[in-house]
């Protein structure tokens, strides 16, 4: 299994980006997808989940902010990231979970200006 995100970049306080990530190889449902950041010094940590029913878990620090959704059919799990803040910068990364095992996508730069 192959994750590839992409979407990251520079923008200003207040400003929206939006990740993508598409999953490839051998994938079998149900499954979850997420996104997680790690900022620098710090640990990484669950942004937003998705089952493949649709189920979502978010951080409390982006709630009403991020929105999380998936395309089954296209293996690919999107992160919508609107008002955003000079604390969520950071590098995200993409996740597939299924049948017990995680595997993770490159991460992505997240960097917001204040």
């Known amino acids: 299994v192959q994750l590839q995100a992409s979407g990251g970049g520079l923008v200003q306080a207040g400003g929206s980006l939006t990740l993508s990530c598409v999953a490839s190889g051998s994938i079998f449902s149900p499954n979850d997808m997420g996104w997680y950041r790690q900022a620098p010094g710090k640990q990484r940590e669950l942004v937003a989940s998705i089952t493949s029913g649709a189920t979502t878990k978010y951080m409390d620090s982006v709630k009403g902010r991020f929105a999380i959704s998936r395309d089954n059919a296209k293996n690919t799990v999107i992160l919508q990231m609107n008002s955003l803040k000079p604390e969520d910068t950071a590098v995200y990364y993409c996740?597939?979970?299924?049948?017990?095992?995680?595997?993770w996508g490159q991460g992505t730069q997240v960097t917001v200006s204040s």
């Open positions: 996740n597939l979970r299924q049948r017990w095992v995680v595997y």
